[in-house]
């Protein structure tokens, strides 16, 4: 069973046009929601230590509202990791950290 340890649960994301995010542990995976005021090009991706991209969740235009994305974590080991969601102009990145 991994664990996943979250620095925050709740990320206001105001600066960049998403009201809020949130990360949750969901078996073996995690579920990133978020909610957007207006429409966006959204870019989601998910990084490993070395800021490289394994995995790019979102890369397109979606209408207001709230969205939720479910990642797989069963297959990544033990590490830091990085999820950046990208709208227009504005860019944010946390992180979270994988414990088996």
Do not use: W
């Not at 479910?70 to 994988?98: A, C, M, Q």
Request: glycine share 4%; with cysteine; hydrophobic share 40%.
């Amino acid at each position: 069973m991994k664990t996943i340890y979250l620095p925050t649960l709740l990320i206001a994301m105001i600066l960049f046009g998403c009201k809020s995010s949130t990360l949750e542990v969901v078996n073996e995976s995690v579920m990133i929601n978020y909610s957007l005021p207006t429409k966006s090009n959204v870019k989601l991706t998910v990084e490993n230590s070395y800021y490289t991209i394994i995995a790019t969740l979102v890369n397109t235009i979606q209408n207001a509202g709230g969205y939720s994305v479910r990642y797989d974590t069963s297959n990544l080991p033990e590490g830091v990791y990085f999820y950046t969601l990208e709208t227009g102009n504005y860019k944010i990145t946390k992180h979270f950290l994988l414990v088996k």
